[in-house]
Every structure is written in C-alpha cells, then in structure tokens.
C-alpha cells in the first residue's frame, strides 16, 4: 500500500473503531445502491452514483440539498486495495485527465476546493479501524472543509453506514 506523510496544515483526519467487518464498510463504499443511502449527512442525499472500480476509474455522485438543489461530483480512483484501501481525487476526472478548476456554487462550498480522500480499513478485534483522510492543496482548502463540519459530517455519514449495514444483519 502507498503510504502518504500526513500534513496538520493541509490534511483532515477522521477515525473511529467500528463493530463491522472491512468486506461491508467496503462493499458499501463500491457498489452505487449500497452507497446511495448513507454518503451524505441527512437531510441531504445522495440521488446517483457511478462507480468504476479500477484505478483511473470514475467515481461519480450527485447530492441533493433540503431545497432539492442538485450538486454533481466527479472523480477518479488513484488506489483501490479491496477490502484495505480506497483513494480518489477530485482534481482529475476519469483516465487522469486534469479538470478544469471548479465553480464555486452557493450552499455547496465542497465542489469549490480539490481534494484527495483516503480510506483505510484494518481489522480491529471488534470489527474494523476505519480511517479517512483528506489532503487539500493549500491550508485555505483545509480550513474551510474543517469548518463545513468536516469531523461532524464524516462523523454522520459513518453513523448511518454502520446503521444501515447492522440492519440488514
């Protein structure tokens, strides 16, 4: 697995310990259907999602507001390491292809900074150690994510993927 040099001044950190096992917090982070329900804080929601499981493969989603404005977001993977590893950008589109900077959109400051999303799974004697990391550019990126509620909204969407994986049990 590549390992990265975490960085306090561009990078946000998230981790937790959770009673689930790394092949379902895995399979709900690649299949779309299993996906659509949890990977945004409620009331918001996620309404598509289009997963090609490779590296330089298309991670897309769109997530709706409360007001029913529609917020798309393309990326693509740079790692997939089943059961283990999952890293995508938002600052290259399918293939690797550079994007075009984004357009800042009112109520959506997320799609207005670039961004590379590490998730990390190990097994832990209760289920598994899940661990996000987001690495920005610059700290101006960092500090406006962490002020969305990055450790709340992270926090929730975990909260609803564990609720939903231990009900299907």
Known sequence: M?????????????????????????????????????FCPLPWKTIACEI???????FYTVMQ?????????VGCYLEVIPNKKLVWTNALEPGFRPINPPEPSP??????????????????????????????????ARV???????QEGWGAVLDQLVAIINDKK
């Open 2 to 38: 590549t390992r990265f040099q975490f960085n306090s001044e561009l990078d946000l950190i998230f981790e937790r310990v959770v009673e689930v096992s790394p092949e379902s917090l895995w399979e709900a982070w690649t299949t779309p259907e299993k996906l659509l329900p949890w």
């Open 52 to 58: 090609d499981l490779k590296v330089g493969g298309r």
């Open 65 to 73: 507001s409360p007001e029913g404005q529609t917020f798309p977001n």
């Open 107 to 140: 109520g959506h400051e997320c799609a207005e900074f670039l961004m590379t999303a590490t998730i990390m799974l190990e097994p832990h004697a209760i289920g598994t150690k899940y661990t996000a990391v987001v690495q920005h550019a610059n700290s101006e």
């Open 144 to 150: 406006r994510h962490e002020s969305m509620g990055f």
